[in-house]
C-alpha cells in the first residue's frame, strides 16, 4: 500500500529531520510538499532567532551554587 | 585549559563531579533554555519559572556532588523529568489556575546573537525579533502553545498531543497553522515597513 505524504509528514520531516530518504524524494518530486517545505523552513527559520531563556541573574546564581 | 567534548553529557557530568566548574557550566548552557521554557509551560509565569529553574539545577548539582547520580540514565531527560515535576507539584500547591499576569505578559524572548554579528546585523535581528515576538503573542493560544512547545521546549509532537490532551494530527495541524500565519503575517509587516520606508 502506498502511503500518501501529507503536509503533516512535511511538518514532522522539518522538525524531526529523521533520515527518511524515501519521504525527501516524494518532497523534491511534489510541487506543492516542496512549496510546503521551504515555506515552513522558513517559518522555523525565522523562530531560530529568538530564543526564551532565563535572565544572567538566575544563570550566575546557579553558576554560584555549582562552585566548589 | 582542557577541552571538553560538549555533546556528550556523560563527559561533562563526570568532569564536573572531578571539579570542573566549567563543564557544569556547558551542561548549563546546553539545557537551561529547554528547561526554562517547559517551566514556563506549566506554570505561566516567568519569574515563578526562574526560580523554578534555580531549584531544578541546585537539585542537580547536589545530586552530582553527592555522587548518587546514577550514569545509567541520560542527563538531558532527567533534568527535564525533575523541572516538570518541580513545575507541577507548584502549580497543585499554588492551587490555582495559571495565569499570566499583567506585567510580565510579554515572554521573555531574547535575540539570539552570535558573537561575529555586526552591528547592523545584530539591529536587523533585534529589529526581527521584536516584530516576532509580537506576532507570536498575537496567535491563538493553542497554536502559541504548541509552537512554545515544539520549538522552545523541544517536545515531540506526541508529546504535545498527550499533554495537551488532544491528537497527534490535531497537534500537528495547530503547528503547522502557527508556522504558516506567522510567515505570512511576518513578510505583510516587513512589507508595510519597507513601503513605508520608501514612500515620496
Known sequence: MIKTITEHDVLKFVYEKTSNSSLENEIIKNDNLLNEFVELEKAKGLLDVLSLEPSKSTIDSILNYAKY | ?200
Open chain 2, 1 to 200: 585549559m582542557v577541552k571538553y567534548d560538549v555533546s556528550n553529557d556523560a563527559t561533562l557530568v563526570a568532569a564536573y563531579k572531578e571539579g570542573s566548574e566549567d563543564a557544569f557550566a556547558k551542561l548549563l548552557d546546553k539545557y537551561k533554555n529547554k528547561v526554562y521554557t517547559k517551566i514556563y509551560l506549566i506554570v505561566k509565569d516567568q519569574f515563578l519559572a526562574e526560580d523554578l529553574l534555580q531549584e531544578v539545577f541546585i537539585k542537580v548539582i547536589d545530586k552530582i556532588k553527592s555522587g548518587t547520580y546514577n550514569e545509567e540514565g541520560k542527563f538531558g531527560p532527567w533534568v527535564v523529568r525533575i523541572a516538570h515535576n518541580l513545575a507541577i507539584d507548584n502549580f497543585r500547591k499554588a492551587k490555582r489556575y495559571p495565569t499570566i499576569h499583567p506585567e510580565n505578559e510579554d515572554l521573555m524572548f531574547n535575540t539570539l546573537a552570535l558573537s561575529e554579528d555586526s552591528a547592523e546585523e545584530l539591529r536587523i535581528k533585534e529589529d526581527t525579533t521584536n516584530k516576532l515576538k509580537t506576532l507570536i503573542e498575537l496567535l491563538p493560544q493553542n497554536q502559541k502553545e504548541v509552537l512554545l512547545m515544539r520549538h522552545y521546549a523541544d517536545m515531540s509532537f506526541q508529546e504535545i498531543a498527550e499533554s495537551t490532551g488532544v491528537s497527534i494530527n490535531t497537534a500537528l495541524g495547530r503547528m503547522r497553522y502557527a508556522l504558516i500565519n506567522l510567515r505570512k503575517k511576518f513578510d505583510q509587516v516587513n512589507n508595510v515597513y519597507d513601503k513605508n520606508n520608501y514612500r515620496t
